[in-house]
Structures are given as structure tokens and as C-alpha cells.
């Protein structure tokens, strides 16, 4: 399933699979064909894609995209985290808003907690 990503409808979709594309459109005289974007990777190992049209640019990374578009906007005090500790899993199956002491309890349960 694919929805529009807030703030860049008729631009960019996101599945719930972690998958981003843009949409086919003509915007300043140039057309633009849906294609899926490759996703990049941070120095944390998240992958993450670039947003962008002519007044604007946005680096996110594919799980945020995919928890802001499916469940909304990240809650005060809360941060995106993975339910099985795969920073590469961008499926809405595991993603989920938690505290940030959460996240790092998961962190340690999945072995994935670095060290100093």
C-alpha cells in the first residue's frame, strides 16, 4: 500500500514496506517519472532518502517517513524504534513511537546497544 508523505503530496509515497518513489509529474516544465529512490546510509546505518523540490530539500530517514505517513507525526517526548533491532527494517510491522529509555532497552535486548 502506498500513501503520500505529508507536506509532499503529489511528490514522494512511501509503502508500508519502507519502499520511497517519486510520483509522475510535470513541475517547472520538467517531468518527472515515478521511479523508487535508493536509499543512502547515515553514519548510524539508517537508511534514508532525499526529498526535494524547488524551494526545498529534506534528508529523512525511510523508517521516520514511514511512521510519520502510516501513524502520524512523532509524539512529544517519544522517538521511531524497531521492534526487532534491524536498522534496515523499514516495515511498518516493525516500527512503532517509544520513549527514548524504551528504545534503549530494546537496544540492549537485541544486542545492538554501542559502547562508549
Not at 507536506?7 to 516544465?29: A, D, L, M, N, P
Not at 517526548?77 to 512503532?96: F, I, P, Q, S, T
Request: proline share 5%; glycine share 10%; hydrophobic share 30%.
Amino acid at each position: 500500500m502506498w500513501k503520500f508523505i505529508p507536506g509532499w503530496e503529489g511528490k514522494y509515497e512511501v509503502s508500508q514496506i519502507g519502499t520511497v518513489r517519486s510520483v509522475e509529474r510535470i513541475s517547472h516544465g520538467r517531468r518527472y517519472r515515478t521511479r523508487e529512490l535508493n536509499p543512502g546510509s547515515v553514519a548510524g546505518g539508517y537508511p534514508h532518502v532525499t526529498l526535494s523540490d524547488p524551494k526545498r530539500r529534506r534528508v529523512a530517514n525511510v523508517h521516520s517517513l514511514v511512521l510519520e505517513t502510516f501513524v502520524g507525526p512523532c509524539p512529544h517526548g517519544a522517538e521511531a524504534c524497531h521492534n526487532n533491532g534491524d536498522k534496515l527494517d523499514a516495515r511498518l510491522v516493525n516500527l512503532r513511537y517509544d520513549t527514548r529509555k524504551n528504545n534503549a532497552l530494546d537496544r540492549h535486548k537485541h544486542g545492538t546497544l554501542a559502547v562508549g
